[in-house]
């Protein structure tokens, strides 16, 4: 089966081909990924109408681009995949009207794909990982825990109450003027900081659950800053380095307890495969990884981390997404819609608020 996937849920216009054969490790044929940072640099985050605009202008040269590297045309696809949601409505829309008219003329089978369950399932397309799994979503939108039961079959153990992880650092980074994205210039700011120096909270730690809160780091940030400068007038170099690194260690402590707490849940359920997997742009980040490592060799556990094209947002997962799912469900028809709020797993209350992806899934 070979699936020409479609992804514009915030603001990488993405298209892929990807080839997965019954009984066989799936293969990425091409991976084209535009993002769209320039446009929204001016504005300080994604403006959500630019953003499905640029989308709309965008997919069909990425398709164009996805086949000629694939050395395919549409006559050799068999199914178009497409994220129909959560995400920036706008966004979501250019994609599932884009998919719906390749679909129509060429009368290839459609699938509309949860962009979530692109990032979930993603430890199978790039590592055969088995079912059952637990996976760890942090990106600059999301931030939750799933044990992945199937290809269709997802259970939330818990997520972020309020900001996304990357969402946080981007905001941080701004706080104390580093660049962004935030991630990385914090990451590089903190290797050269004092961890200790401001002692910032650990939020819902106290709390026995795996749900996590990142906004009230964020203010606490914003506190010290503020101190900092009204004693000293100013902020140093060196105060932005500990600034960062103290906040990164707060991350890093959050992120690798409910880690542990989340382990402990699924392999009460599963003793068998034990596999703790990451996606998303902040699994990039070497101190998030290197807790998140320690707590999966802790617990006998082998740590699976996508490579990080595949782990940000990109096509290739929403087409090996849907040639999983044709192992369980059928197509979608025309009247498929666009959905900016999709909880994989609907018997949880669903998140409040909006993020950087639009309404919180
Ligand atoms: O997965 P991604 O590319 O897009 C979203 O779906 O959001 O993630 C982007 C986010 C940004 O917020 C960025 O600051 C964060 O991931 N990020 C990092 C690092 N690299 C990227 N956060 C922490 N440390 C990093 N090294
Ligand atoms: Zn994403």
Request: aromatic letters at 4%.
């Amino acid at each position: 089966m070979i699936v020409l996937g479609l992804e514009s849920s915030c603001d990488d216009t993405a298209a892929a081909v990807v080839r997965c054969d019954a009984g066989k490790s799936a293969s990425v044929l091409s991976s084209i990924v535009v993002g769209q940072t320039d446009l929204h640099a001016a504005f300080g985050g994604v403006v959500p109408e630019i953003a499905a605009r640029a989308h709309a202008e965008k997919l069909d040269l990425c398709i164009e681009d996805a086949l000629a590297k694939a050395a395919l045309t549409l006559r050799d696809i068999d199914a178009i995949a497409v994220t129909s949601g959560p995400g920036l409505i706008g966004g979501v829309l250019s994609g599932v009207m884009c998919a719906k008219g390749l679909s129509a003329a060429t009368g290839k089978p459609l699938y509309g794909v949860n962009h979530l369950a692109g990032h979930a399932l993603t430890p199978r397309l790039t590592d055969d990982v088995p079912y059952p799994y637990l996976m760890l979503l942090v990106s600059g939108g999301h931030c939750q825990f799933l044990l992945v039961h199937g290809p269709d079959r997802f259970e939330r153990l818990g997520g972020t109450i309020d900001d996304a992880p990357g969402e946080a650092f981007d905001k941080v980074a701004r706080l104390i003027s580093l660049p962004q994205p935030g991630g990385p210039a914090i990451e590089s700011a903190a290797l050269q900081g004092d961890p200790n120096r401001f002692p910032f909270p650990r939020p819902l730690l106290d709390r026995p659950d795996c749900d996590m809160s990142f906004s009230g780091l964020k203010t606490a940030v914003l506190r010290v800053r503020d101190k900092v400068i009204a004693e000293k007038n100013g902020l140093s170099i060196q105060d932005q380095y500990d600034i960062a690194a103290g906040f990164q260690a707060a991350v890093v402590d959050v992120l690798a307890e409910k880690t542990r707490r989340a382990l402990a849940l699924y392999l009460e359920h599963d003793p068998v495969t034990r596999s703790l997997c990451v996606a998303g742009g902040v699994a990039a980040n070497k101190a998030i990884r290197a807790g998140l490592e320690t707590v999966a060799a802790a617990s006998d556990a082998t740590f699976i981390a996508p490579p990080l094209q595949l782990c940000t947002d990109n096509a290739a997962m929403i087409a090996f997404a849907a040639a999983e799912q044709s192992t369980v469900r059928g197509p979608d028809d025309l009247t498929l819609s666009a959905r900016p709020r999709w909880p994989l797993d609907i018997r949880q209350p669903s998140m409040l608020g909006s993020g950087k992806k639009g309404a919180k899934a």
